[in-house]
C-alpha cells in the first residue's frame, strides 16, 4: 500500500511536470515591431492609465472607448512583475500628438492623452482604457488600427505593436503581414465589462523571449 501511494505520488508529480513542460514550450514569444516615427518627444505629465481623460480638464476623448487587460509572461509562463509598459497610439481620426505627424490632415484632439506609462503587478497584469485607433494612410501603405507598445522587463526590452480582431485592413497592413508570429500581436475581444459597459474589451497576452 505504502508503495502505491508512493508511486501515485511519483507519477502525479511526473505528469504535472510533463504537462507544465508543454505549456511552456507551447508558448510563442510575441513578435517584434518597428518602434515607428511618433514615440512621444515629451512625455505628457498625465499618463496614467486612463487615456480618455486628461487631468484637470473636464472633456473626454472623442471615439469608441476601449478596455485592454494585458499580461506579460516569460517564456516559461511565469508572470513578469514590475515590467515597465510604455504605449502610445493615433486618436481616433489617425492623428499623433508629435510634430512629425503635422502634415496629417486629421484634428488633434485636446481631450486624449495618446501616451502611457504603467507597470505589471504581481502577477504580470497591467490595464488601460483608452480610444480606438483609427486606421491612417502612410508613405509605405495603409495601416491598420493599432497601438504601439514599448516594454522593459526582466532582462528584456520589447518593441511591439498590437492590434485588433477582426479589422479588415489587418491582412493588407504593411508591417502585421510580415510578423513572423502573426497571432502573438492580435489582441482577443471579451466581453464588456460590468463596470465599464461602453466599452469594447480585448486582452492580450504578452510572451518575453528571455525575461
Known amino acids: 500500500m505504502i508503495l502505491s501511494r508512493r508511486h501515485a505520488i511519483v507519477s502525479a508529480a511526473a505528469a504535472i511536470g510533463t504537462a507544465a513542460t508543454a505549456r511552456a514550450q507551447s508558448l510563442v514569444p510575441t513578435s517584434s515591431q518597428d518602434l515607428g516615427p511618433f ?13 480618455t481623460r486628461i487631468r484637470g480638464r473636464a472633456g473626454v476623448a ?4 476601449i478596455q ?9 509562463g511565469r508572470p513578469v512583475r514590475g515590467a515597465q509598459v510604455d504605449l502610445w497610439q493615433c486618436n481616433a481620426v489617425g492623428r499623433y500628438a508629435h510634430p512629425g505627424d503635422r502634415a496629417n490632415p486629421g484634428a488633434l484632439d485636446p481631450n486624449f492623452q495618446g501616451f502611457a506609462r504603467l507597470a505589471t503587478d504581481r502577477d504580470g497584469n497591467f ?4 480610444i480606438k485607433p483609427s486606421a491612417y494612410d502612410t508613405p509605405i501603405g495603409r495601416r491598420t488600427p493599432h497601438i504601439h507598445f514599448d516594454i522593459s522587463g526582466g532582462a528584456q526590452r520589447l518593441v511591439t505593436q498590437l492590434y485588433f480582431p477582426g479589422e479588415t485592413g489587418n491582412d493588407a497592413d504593411p508591417l502585421l503581414k510580415l510578423a513572423g508570429h502573426r497571432d502573438s500581436l492580435v489582441a482577443k475581444a471579451i466581453d464588456r465589462l460590468s463596470a465599464d459597459p461602453v466599452s469594447h474589451a480585448f486582452s492580450w497576452t504578452i510572451v518575453l523571449d528571455n525575461a
Open 39 to 51: 514615440y512621444p518627444l515629451v512625455r505628457p505629465l498625465d499618463h496614467d492609465a486612463d487615456l
Open 62 to 65: 472623442a471615439g469608441q472607448p
Open 68 to 76: 485592454l487587460i494585458g499580461r506579460i509572461l516569460d517564456h516559461h
Open 127 to 130: 490595464r488601460f482604457r483608452s
